[in-house]
């Protein structure tokens, strides 16, 4: 049981370029949700799953896309990587019917 | 959507001593409180919470207040200690327990 995983944990991405965050999870969650870190700013929602098939915008989805592809996956695509882009990313999940979120080990994107 | 505010964004105190943690919220129809904790480097973690239906909850050295009239609540620790030092995060969900939204998180520095 790993829980929540992230990859990759760490990428540099050059300005234009694209690239895909992978987040599963292994204990059967029913809701899941992206996050971004910034200092001073808190944990930013990006996209949220609330079950398989259905996704939703959050705070700042701008620049954003998602992908719940199974009950156990759900991505975050960044189409065209700008510098306000970096930041700490984190995917959560949350049992259905339960309320405490698990988060993943966060994912540090740097966009040069 | 809703919205949540922290405050302070940092708070410095000497071990022993008490420390508060408030927030507000925009959505009346918001019904669960979460905070969560994250040391530094590592990912949030649930340390309590509170249903829009309880006034108090206490476990140990942590509390949470809830005013829903207002649409605030608080979290305090007492007789803190050097472990404590983390960043404290409230949240609140909304649209039925689908949608999770964190405040700006506090930086908590306790002092030996």
């Known amino acids: 049981n790993a829980g929540v995983t992230q990859t990759p944990k760490f990428q540099v991405l050059k300005t234009g370029q694209s690239m895909t965050l992978q987040c599963a999870q292994d204990?059967?969650?029913?809701?899941m949700y992206w996050y971004r870190q910034d200092p001073g700013m808190g944990l930013r929602l990006i996209y949220y799953s609330a079950s398989e098939g259905t996704t939703d915008k959050g705070e700042v989805p701008n620049g954003y896309n998602v992908s719940r592809l199974n009950k156990r996956e759900f991505s975050l695509r960044l189409e065209s990587a700008a510098p306000s882009q970096t930041s700490v990313y984190f995917c959560?999940?949350?049992?259905?019917?339960?309320?405490?979120?698990?988060f993943g080990q966060g994912t540090r994107l740097t966009v040069v | 959507g809703e919205n949540v505010e922290q405050h302070p964004s940092t708070l410095s105190v000497q071990e022993g001593d008490s420390a508060v943690i408030k927030c507000t919220y925009s959505d009346s129809a918001s019904n669960y409180f979460p905070w969560y904790k994250q040391e530094l480097g590592k990912r949030p973690q649930l340390i309590i919470d509170i249903r829009s239906n309880v006034g108090e909850k206490k476990d140990q050295r942590i509390a949470v207040t809830l005013n829903k009239t207002a649409k605030h609540f608080s979290l305090h620790i007492t007789e803190t200690q050097p472990e404590d030092s983390a960043v404290y995060f409230c949240a609140a969900y909304t649209r039925g327990f689908q949608k999770l939204v964190f405040g700006t998180g506090t930086r908590l520095l306790v002092s030996p």
């Open positions: 204990m059967n969650h029913n809701s």
């Open positions: 959560a999940s949350v049992p259905q019917g339960k309320t405490e979120a698990f």
